[in-house]
């Protein structure tokens, strides 16, 4: 029988998932529910060692004998301090330490209750991976847990650092089996064609298979996800996940609902967005994404030519929707006309899904954490080195939190600002619910009156307005083509109403296809 605690059950049975088979273990009242799981596994040989420091010792040698990880399991407090000395050695041998300190409840550090301190950063700089699990209420809960879990034992040749607090009471064990558990594997770089062949292979010989990147934009998608809805034959089966963000939370919440994901990037980092992640390759996604399309050209799948007609169809839609005069029509105006040439970087919120749904070309956007703050001085600055043309399309209160970017002498010509401007954070008027709160104009949406112009004058940027159809297409027509040797700004004032009702239409008309 096991534990009843829910995440020392995950643990174990990852433990067991990813190939830890040995383990050292120190006595104490905290830890007794994970020594009591690993005596209980069949699999994994414990062996008691009194002495924390020297523990650690003893598990760093077992690690350099079998080539494998070894797990070092120690109680609340001070134990986990003793094993700092060992963990640094294996952090410069690159042995695969696996620490596991059991620790008293977050609410208690630091209450003069005993055997409490601050845990689950104590060994810092010596371990590439420190994770400390939730005690799981719920299934998002349960799935975070698992996921850190995850996190730890894919890395490899570093010691890690898994944190385990536990409430009491500690000693019931009630548990006949251990829960299944995802396992989260790393494909490496280290042998990148036989990775490129496995993944190609998995992809085409999946029923359903979906290739998606993030940031920097995911054309269409959200709109052909709202069309599908419910329906069961759209949903992927493999989804290849490749790139940074995804703007949608739509698009997020589908892709919740595919078997599994397999994401690519760089770093072999665990980026579990659709709570559905079961294998990372580290490599280039863009080498992986160019020859599964190489694949699909030589051998079309049913199930890619089903999503590449439904967003052909939405595409149209798009290109035939004529929205009344409103920030959708600003945009759809800008990205007919845009040159390919030209660098084009748009601020988060509405503007970027306005460009999800109008852009065909490579789009910057701060999707990274996803905050308004410096849209305009990342463009800015991505303008000084470059002589292209270098737009920023912006909404006006990321426009006025960032306004010190244009307070600088080395700005030129070739940077044009396109500002909509419908005095409020219009994202807010789309948040279903929010309209109840009689705080959502003033303190949520922060309503203003504030105009650009002054702040162009100060900083000596050409400044151009535009206050219905046809001076924002003349004034978009002067920001493309007209030469500066100043920034260029246009301030498109727009009716927030009115661009939520545009933009809500635009929905009803993709729907009725």
Avoid at 40 to 52: K, N, R
Avoid at 137 to 166: G, M, T
Avoid at 408 to 418: A, D, K, T, W
């Amino acid at each position: 029988m096991y534990s009843n605690k829910e995440n020392v059950n995950i643990l174990t049975s990852l433990l067991m998932a990813h190939g830890i088979r040995h383990a050292v273990v120190c006595p104490g009242s905290r830890n007794a529910p994970i020594v009591h799981n690993l005596n209980e596994c069949p699999d994994i040989q414990c062996y008691p060692v009194t002495d924390e420091r020297s523990a650690g010792f003893y598990a760093l040698g077992m690690a350099q004998c079998l080539a494998q990880p070894v797990a070092v399991c120690v109680t609340s407090g001070t134990a986990l301090l003793n094993l700092a000395p060992a963990v640094a050695e294996a952090y410069y041998q690159h042995q695969p330490l696996v620490v596991i300190s059991a620790d008293r409840p977050a609410q208690w550090i630091d209450q003069l209750d005993g055997q409490t301190l601050p845990q689950p950063d104590a060994l810092r700089r010596f371990v590439k991976k420190a994770v400390s699990l939730p005690e799981p209420h719920d299934e998002e809960e349960r799935w975070y847990c698992n996921r850190l879990v995850n996190e730890a034992l894919i890395v490899r040749h570093a010691p890690v650092h898994i944190n385990v607090p536990i409430s009491e009471p500690l000693f019931e064990f009630t548990v006949s089996s251990l829960p299944v558990e995802r396992k989260i594997e790393l494909l490496s770089a280290d042998t990148p064609s036989h990775t490129l062949s496995h993944v190609c292979r998995m992809f085409m010989q999946s029923k359903r298979p979906m290739l998606i990147t993030g940031q920097p934009l995911n054309l269409n998608y959200d709109e052909a996800v709202a069309l599908v809805s419910d329906d069961e034959r759209y949903v992927p089966d493999f989804v290849l996940y490749i790139g940074g963000s995804i703007v949608s939370k739509r698009v997020k919440r589908f892709l919740r609902k595919a078997k599994e994901t397999w994401a690519v990037n760089w770093t072999g980092e665990v980026n579990d967005t659709f709570q559905n992640l079961t294998h990372v390759v580290q490599g280039d996604g863009e080498v992986i994404a160019d020859q599964v399309r190489f694949m699909l050209e030589q051998q079309p799948h049913p199930f890619v030519l089903q999503w590449q007609e439904l967003l052909n169809s939405v595409r149209q839609c798009g290109r035939e929707y004529v929205p009344a005069y409103s920030q959708m029509a600003v945009v759809k105006y800008f990205e007919s006309l845009v040159n390919g040439d030209s660098h084009v970087h748009y601020a988060n919120s509405s503007a970027i899904r306005l460009a999800n749904i109008y852009a065909c070309h490579y789009v910057y956007c701060n999707r990274g954490v996803n905050g308004i703050d410096g849209s305009l001085s990342t463009a800015a600055g991505f303008s000084l080195v470059t002589d292209d043309l270098v737009f920023c399309v912006i909404g006006d209160l990321s426009f006025f939190y960032d306004q010190n970017a244009l307070w600088n002498q080395n700005l030129r010509g070739n940077f044009r600002i396109l500002l909509m401007n419908n005095g409020r954070g219009g994202i807010f008027n789309m948040l279903s619910g929010l309209e109840q709160s009689p705080a959502r104009d003033k303190f949520v949406a922060a309503e203003h009156h504030t105009s650009a112009k002054g702040i162009c004058e100060q900083n000596d940027i050409v400044y151009l307005r535009a206050d219905n159809m046809a001076e924002m297409q003349k004034g978009v027509d002067r920001l493309l083509q007209e030469q500066s040797d100043r920034p260029m700004l246009l301030e498109v004032f727009t009716d927030a109403a009115e661009d939520e009702r545009v933009f809500k239409e635009y929905y009803t008309q993709l729907k009725k296809r």
